[in-house]
Every structure is written in C-alpha cells, then in structure tokens.
C-alpha cells in the first residue's frame, strides 16, 4: 500500500517565520503535489515536482517555494509566513504518466500562523 | 477550462437509506475520475476510481457511474450509516494536462443516527 507522510499533523508559527512542511512517499512515485485547502475555495494546487529537482508552479504559488532533492521527500517552503498562509496543507503523489492511476494522500498538515 | 461541480454542497440523510451524492464536469477529455472521502481535519482516502473507458465501480456498500459524453458521474451509497458521515470529493485527470488532477469542493454529508 502507499503510503504518504507528512511530518506534522499540526503546527503553529509566527507571522514572518521560516517555515517547512515535509512530506515522503514510499513508493517510488515520480509525481508529487502540494494542495492547500481552505472552507468554500477546495483543494488548489501550489505547486507540482515531477521528478527530482523538477518542479512546476500550481494555481496559487505566490508565497510559497518547493524543494525536491530526493525522489521520495517534497518540501513545501513558506519563506516567510503570513497569517492568509493559515490552512490546511495537502501533499499527494502518484506515478508519472500512468493516467490509469490514482493520486494518494497524506493525512494533512493544520498550519496556523499567529 | 476544466470545472468540477458537487451539489448540493451539504445533505443530511436518515440513517439506513440509499442516497446519490453528484459530480459534474465541463471537459469530457478525461482519464479518470476518482471519488475521495474526507474526514474532519484529515487527508482524503480514495474510495474509486473509474477509468474513463468505464461505466461504474463498486466496492462494498459504494457504487460510483460515469457518463463521460454527460459530464456526470454518480457516488451511490447504499444502506448508509453514522459511520459515512464525512465530505466526499470527486476528482477528474484531464487529457493533456500533465498528471495533474481537478477537484469539486466537495459534499459534506451527515447521517442522522
């Protein structure tokens, strides 16, 4: 089964911190994703990595930077954080090109910036 | 563009009835459509997949159709109960978008005990 981890389910900062979220696959995907998801807007796409230090800006990028060094770890960067970063943070993965195949989840980072 | 829609945005159902939950997209060009459950405040678990060479899936109590000509897809469950209560997502992988997927925003449904 796959499995997606992220590293804090939840997670507190200071407006104007650095901070990261982290998030590893154990199946050897090539694609991975990070979503936020706030009440009434859905899931938006930050940004996407489709192979090691490949990456491609989502929907909503602005703010945000991303780190893929390994093929099984994304980071999602927040350079700076402000209190409209106050959201749920969603990382996915799934195999490249395999349209026939699923994307899987990991269980969800709360952030909340005071 | 491709848009993903769910109504209604919640619904409240008794307790041992069937019920519909609804997905509409506006781009029939699609690979898959994947239906999700989410529980309050954790990640989404795939529920099922139809491949868009499909009609529907099935897997226990769930049973999910795609009219891709339509735009429609359909997430039945049949004799529900409190356990279900949560949002459910439904999902389309677009043609030509990479491996991107697109989401609805969901339909939160409770089921009264």
């Known amino acids: 089964d796959v499995k997606v981890t992220q590293s804090s389910r939840y997670l507190v900062k200071r407006t104007g911190e650095k901070v990261f979220l982290e998030c590893v696959q154990d199946m050897d995907h090539e694609n991975m994703f990070w979503y936020r998801q706030d009440p009434g807007l859905g899931l938006r796409l930050i940004y996407f990595?489709?192979?090691?230090?490949?990456?491609e800006k989502g929907d909503i990028p602005e703010g945000y930077s991303v780190s893929r060094e390994k093929k099984e770890r994304f980071s999602l960067i927040l350079e700076s954080a402000s209190t409209n970063q106050t959201s749920m943070y969603l990382c996915?993965?799934?195999?490249?090109?395999?349209?026939?195949?699923?994307?899987?989840f990991g269980d969800g980072t709360r952030l909340s910036i005071l | 563009k491709q848009e993903v829609t769910q109504i209604p945005a919640a619904l409240s159902v008794p307790e041992g009835e069937n019920l519909v939950l609804n997905c509409s997209f506006t781009d029939s060009a699609i690979y898959n459509l994947q239906w999700f459950r989410q529980d309050p405040g954790k990640g989404l678990t795939s529920l099922l997949l139809i491949q868009s060479s499909q009609r529907e899936q099935t897997s226990g109590r769930l049973n999910a159709s795609l009219d891709k000509s339509s735009g429609r897809s359909t997430l039945y469950i049949a004799a529900s109960q409190p356990g279900d209560s949560a949002t459910y997502l439904c999902a389309v992988r677009q043609m030509n978008r990479d491996d991107k997927i697109i989401f609805g925003k969901g339909t939160r449904l409770h089921i009264l005990p």
């Open positions: 996915a993965s799934s195999l490249r090109g395999q349209h026939y195949q699923p994307q899987h």
């Open positions: 990595s489709y192979d090691v230090k490949m990456k």
